[in-house]
T-cell receptor
Framework: GAGVSQSPSNKVTEKGKDVELRCDPI?????LYWYRQSLGQGLEFLIY????????KSGLPSDRFSAERTGGSVSTLTIQRTQQEDSAVYLC????????????FGPGTRLLVL | QKEVEQDPGPLSVPEGAIVSLNCTYS??????FMWYRQYSRKGPELLMY????GNKEDGRFTAQVDKSSKYISLFIRDSQPSDSATYLC???????????FGAGTRLTVKP
């Protein structure tokens, strides 16, 4: 079946602009995760959604970052007033409920803030 | 000190060699241990996961967890050029939603 998809694959923006990154998880996966991968760094957890429960936002680095998940499926990560240090690959993953050890990742969105 | 330490390499081996990749960690609450493979400009792909201590084998890959030493390993036997990628370790506590990742080790297998 189809894997996790993300769009856009690449995004170049100017400092101070807002960006929206989209994630479409695997059908039937109720858990959805966002991570950030900076050059030479491991993945950094950002936010976790599980069904209709309140999301775990403990990894969001600042209040400029927010995410929502509509209808329990597609998720959007929004970064407001982007800064150069926001430049990174943003990865989305999904899993079945209670199966965080088997997350399936999308290809990522490469964000460059000029 | 980072919660998860992983030697970034790069590591270069000849085809057919046995590769050993390792991570150490500091959080004794970690119970789930994963290894991901990431090709250039792709998302990570889950290779193996283990729960608590012990070994797990899948084809040419063997994962080992030593919780007493807070040390995990991934062994690749008969390495192939197609194994050339960055390998990421990841781990998680039982009651946490987030996973902690190592920085990744870049592996090159030369024909």
């Amino acid at each position: 079946g189809a894997g996790v998809s993300q769009s856009p694959s690449n995004k170049v923006t100017e400092k101070g602009k807002d960006v929206e990154l989209r994630c479409d998880p695997i059908s039937g996966h109720t858990a959805l995760y966002w991570y950030r991968q900076s050059l030479g760094q491991g993945l950094e957890f950002l936010i976790y959604f599980q069904g209709n429960s309140a999301p775990d936002k403990s990894g969001l680095p600042s209040d400029r970052f927010s995410a929502e998940r509509t209808g329990g499926s597609v998720s959007t990560l929004t970064i407001q007033r982007t800064q150069q240090e926001d430049s990174a690959v943003y990865l989305c993953a999904s899993s079945r409920v209670g199966a965080k050890e088997t997350q399936y990742f999308g290809p990522g969105t490469r964000l460059l803030v000029l | 000190q980072k919660e998860v330490e992983q030697d970034p390499g790069p590591l270069s081996v000849p085809e057919g060699a046995i590769v050993s990749l390792n991570c150490t960690y500091s959080n004794s609450a970690f119970q789930y241990f994963m290894w991901y493979r990431q090709y250039s400009r792709k998302g990570p792909e889950l290779l193996m996961y283990t729960y608590s201590s012990g070994n797990k084998e899948d084809g040419r890959f063997t994962a080992q967890v030593d919780k007493s030493s807070k040390y995990i390993s991934l062994f690749i036997r008969d390495s192939q050029p197609s194994d050339s990628a960055t390998y990421l370790c990841a781990m998680s506590a039982a009651n946490n939603n987030d996973m902690r990742f190592g920085a990744g080790t870049r592996l090159t297998v030369k024909p």
